[in-house]
């Protein structure tokens, strides 16, 4: 059963640390999502890559933000420095563009504190 | 995409079908219904999707009325692992593919009782 797998689940850290999130996509799949989920803004889209190139990041600051897909089996998030306000569940999804399927599958999410 | 208009917040009886509704006035043609749930403390979960037509699976059956401007979401036999925040998403599904990107809303929170 493929599934979307993002590492750490739990991450908490001190303001000003740097922060790494990672996300294996299901394989095969040539659309990544990175998603961050909070009880005031709800669920919204930071950055997505299509082919493993960035197609839109106009959701993540730029400032502090940063994602990256190194190679296909790899998605990360970066956030440097990480500031309270980015606490939050950042959820990544794969799916299929031109696929067979119109499912977007979504991983278990990394929730993040910044203390 | 469309915006979309859920209710906040529906309750339902166990072994009873859960009716949610969604509207969607400013559709376009080419824009497919989207419905996604989240279970508590989980990723998001693909339910269905339609055009125009009605659709079922082994999880739900999808409801749009003929104008496309409403549609409703049935399980037809709800049981507690149903308590979920639903979510109704529209947006353009060319070419097909679970590659677009999905705007979510506020959903409907669904309280399965027994």
């Known amino acids: 059963d493929a599934r979307v797998t993002q590492t750490p689940r739990h991450k908490v850290t001190e303001m000003g640390q740097e922060v790494t999130m990672r996300c294996q996509p299901i394989?095969?799949?040539?659309?990544v999502f990175w998603y961050r989920q909070t009880m005031m803004q709800g669920l919204e889209l930071l950055a997505y890559?299509?082919?493993?190139?960035?197609?839109?990041d106009s959701g993540m600051p730029k400032d502090r933000f940063s994602a990256e897909m190194p190679d296909a089996t790899l998605a990360t998030l970066k956030i440097q420095p990480s500031e309270p306000r980015d606490s939050a569940v950042y959820f990544c999804?794969?799916?299929?563009?031109?696929?067979?399927?119109?499912?977007?599958?979504f991983g278990p999410g990394t929730r993040l504190t910044v203390l | 995409d469309a915006k979309t208009t859920q209710p906040t917040s529906m309750d339902c009886a166990e072994g009873r079908a859960a009716n949610l509704p969604c509207n969607h006035s400013?559709?376009?043609?080419?824009?497919?219904v989207y419905w996604y749930r989240q279970i508590h403390s989980q990723g998001p979960q693909y339910i269905i999707h339609g055009l125009k037509n009605n659709e079922t699976n082994e999880m739900a059956s999808l409801i749009i009325t003929e104008d496309r401007k409403s549609s409703t979401l049935i399980l037809p036999h709800a049981t507690l692992r149903d308590t979920a925040v639903y979510y109704c998403i529209v947006r353009v599904s060319v070419p097909t593919g679970g590659g677009n990107k999905l705007t979510f809303g506020t959903g409907t929170q669904l309280k399965v009782e027994l």
């Open positions: 890559f299509r082919n493993r190139a960035p197609l839109d």
């Open positions: 394989l095969g799949h040539n659309t």
């Open positions: 999804a794969s799916g299929d563009w031109g696929g067979n399927t119109d499912t977007q599958y």
């Open positions: 400013t559709i376009s043609g080419n824009e497919y």
